[in-house]
């Protein structure tokens, strides 16, 4: 398995990507796109960075009933991205028809992975709000199960949950992590951080890396520095 190095793309229009990745050269980085972009650019956004060589992340966590969740999965794969993924929440069945339609009539697809828990749901909110009475871990690798049971490749987690992941569902079970920083960085409003070279230690198959290199002053060279000690 190929560790890789994911740019999140934050941003809310199509010239500011443009702008950003003209910086990067020759160099044609795996970059993942959001919800802000995707909703202001609409596809034609993705036609244009995979025309350009780059491999995709549509992040748009899909959460539906299983047969628009299937029918909508059916359109995105035709986007030919890379990555794409939606809530483990929505069930066990909504995930098997997820990946019933993102297959091509080829037999490819996109790998398909699911989010367990957001990072920015508590465990007390978890307990009060969504009335989910078992600690935080047990839930994630749960819903890591379901997903794996469902036939998906991987989950989103922390770099600090990729061990019990991959405990639970297997080595080859991909772990897509985001929430990493530069030692000495600045954290902003992440909160359970890791480095690249521990993200790597910890069994991170991709790091999802956005405002380290988005907000540097030198993008390629930050972008270098991540590939770097992640290992490649
Ligand atoms: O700028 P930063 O490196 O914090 O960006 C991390 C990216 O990963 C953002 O696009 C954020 O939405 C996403 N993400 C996250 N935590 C999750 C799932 C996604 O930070 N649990």
Redesign the pocket.
Known sequence: MNREVII?C?FSSAAELYAFLDRFGEERPFV?I?MELFYAEGPAIVREIKRRGHKIFL?LKLHDIPNTVKRAMAILSGLNVDIINLHAAGTIEMMRAALEGLTRPDGSRPLLIA?TQ???TSEQRMREELLIDHPINEVIVHYAENAKAAGLDGV???PLEAGMVKEACGKDFLTVT????FAGGSA???VRITTPARARELGSDYI?????I?AAKDPLAAYRRCVEEFGG
């Not at 985001?178 to 920083?181: F, I, S, W, Y």
């Not at 999802?208 to 380290?212: D, K, L, N």
């Open positions: 999140a934050d993942k959001g992040d989010v957001l990072t920015s989103v987690c922390s985001p929430g990493v920083r902003g409003d992440q999802v890396v956005g405002r380290p988005t």
